[in-house]
């Protein structure tokens, strides 16, 4: 299975597509404003204590206060209070904790007032971005994540993956991870580092460390609300996490994510260098790859199965719903069990992708076609668990109940991804009228006179649908040729499929808009 990232730089943030095969599977935009980030450190200040709830309010910056359980506050708490109160007062000169003196574990059934006070200051890590109404949500088991290994500051464990299931291996990375650690630090060991050697599993780590000590070297100037240790950017971090021997290419298309990223890749796997490229078509990254044209198709309410049939997403309040439907499915199977098997199975893999590619969190329950056979119930949540193993995600996955219905709970930690796919004509805004569409050449044809002639623009870019482009350039001589001859100068044309068939645009030839006066 190959697997590709492609990252396309727009005014809003960077939209960062995963394909496998081609198909996209996960999809984000990195906002270009201040974001609060999973994964993100910042000094807060206790606001206020919730006795009710067991928790406290916090103030990173956010127009909410975030929210701290005392769950989230880790069994060491006391020791990072501690911790933070010494470097702010420039007691302490680093990062290290080698001679820091941990403070005892918290219980685990006490209170927050207990361990918290208001208008205090304390480090806390995002857990779960700001979602519809809600706040961020924030814990004080701070932990620091690198491509084999998770650095927990005042802690002294070393966990094993459980996906890391070979004892000798197991043992192995207990022993190595034990004998290069730091003191009071603990270890939670990636189940990518099976069978990486000692030098790759070090170098991880210290570059753990260095990011930890920079951070509480930021924390002795820092004022309340200040991003001390700032998580990787969404790119870099999906590199971080999925880049293997798999990995096909980076495809980037501006020369700033392309550094930064062919950086990373030479940082962490040298070999990989050569995978990340910069995009230099005419056509736009998304474009050219076809990713456009897949988010507009899987991002709607109704999203066609391959075979015929089709699924109906619904998002309410409490949950979202998928129905499966079989459409026009043939019914060249035998028999009416054997077609909802069919059509249940297709439905099954394209929901795993549906689940991963909208980042649907919650509670979601799927209607299936009813099948009567347990075998066949059985085999559906089979092809589930299987296809949903990529999943980053935590999830559960519950039986069919005897209504045909599957429940699935899934862990969201960011906004749930959508793509509008009902558009407003570019052309008329949605009021139904536009320029006569057979008069739409010699519009353009009239813009471009005045351009070249009255403008003096040299070499003019026309953006324009498909079907303009081909009534431009088809045939011989073609127009566009006629034009060159005409004004002795060569138009670009190119199409954008996201343009109506009525709409066009001018650029020059710093591929910047031209204002069209004639």
Excluded at 84 to 108: C, H, M, W, Y
Excluded at 112 to 118: F, P
Excluded at 455 to 483: C, D, V
Aim: neutral net charge; glycine residues 6%; hydrophobic residues 35%.
């Amino acid at each position: 299975m190959s697997n590709e990232l492609i990252i396309n730089s727009t005014p809003k943030g960077d939209r960062i597509a995963l394909l496998q095969d081609k198909r996209i599977v996960e999809y984000h935009l990195e906002e270009s404003e201040p974001h609060f980030s999973v994964g993100d450190i910042y000094l807060g200040t206790v606001k206020k204590m919730v006795t009710g709830l067991n928790a406290a309010f916090i103030d990173i910056g956010y127009e909410k206060d975030a929210f701290l359980h005392y769950h989230d506050l880790g069994p060491n708490v006391n020791s990072l209070n501690k911790f933070t109160k010494e470097v702010i007062a420039e007691r302490l000169q680093s990062g290290r904790l080698d001679n820091f003196k941990l403070e005892p574990e918290i219980d685990k059934h006490d209170k927050i007032d207990k361990v918290l006070s208001k208008n205090t200051p304390i480090l806390v890590q995002v857990v779960k971005e700001p979602i519809s109404t809600k706040g961020p949500r924030l814990s004080c088991d701070i932990s620091i994540a690198g491509r084999y290994t998770v650095l927990v500051p005042f802690s002294n464990g070393v966990n094993i993956s459980k996906k890391i299931t070979a004892k000798a291996e197991r043992q192995r990375l207990q022993r190595l991870m034990s004998s290069i650690k730091p003191a009071n630090f603990g270890v939670i060991v990636r189940t990518v580092a099976e069978g990486k050697e000692v030098e790759e599993l070090d170098k991880d780590l210290r570059e753990s460390i260095a990011k930890w000590d920079a951070g509480m070297k930021a924390l002795k100037s820092a004022k309340p609300r200040d991003k001390i240790i700032g998580e990787m950017s969404r790119a870099t971090s999906m590199l971080r996490d999925l880049l293997n021997e798999n990995f096909d290419s980076v495809v980037v298309d501006t020369p700033e994510l392309f550094q930064e990223a062919r950086n990373y890749v030479s940082n962490i796997a040298p070999e990989k260098e050569k995978i990340v490229k910069l995009h230099q078509g005419k056509n736009k990254v998304f474009e050219q790859l076809g990713i456009e044209k897949q988010l507009k198709m899987l991002f709607g309410r109704s999203v066609s199965l391959p075979q015929g049939g089709y699924l109906i997403v619904e998002h309410t309040e409490a949950l979202h719903v998928i129905d499966v439907n079989s459409g026009n499915k043939s019914n060249n199977e035998d028999g009416q069990e054997a077609t909802a098997l069919s059509v249940n199975r297709e439905a099954a893999k394209e929901i795993a992708r549906q689940l991963r590619l909208r980042d649907m969190g919650g509670i979601i329950v799927i209607d299936f076609i009813d099948m009567k056979r347990p075998e066949n119930k059985k085999l559906i949540q089979d092809i589930m668990k299987e296809e949903m193993k990529t999943d980053r995600s935590k999830y559960t996955i519950l039986p069919l109940t005897k209504f045909g219905l599957m429940q699935i709970t899934r862990q969201r930690v960011r906004p749930e991804m959508n793509v509008v796919t009902a558009e407003n004509c570019p052309t008329c805004g949605g009021t139904g009228k536009i320029t006569a569409s057979i008069a739409i050449s010699d519009i353009i044809e009239h813009h471009l006179e005045h351009i070249l002639e009255k403008q003096n623009e040299k070499k003019p870019t026309i953006l324009l649908h498909p079907f303009l482009h081909a009534y431009f350039t088809k045939g011989f001589p073609s127009i566009r040729m006629k034009w060159f001859f005409k004004y002795k100068t060569w138009v670009n044309l190119i199409q954008d499929t996201s343009f109506g068939i009525t709409d066009f645009k001018f650029l020059n030839d710093h591929s910047e808009p031209i204002e069209l006066n004639g």
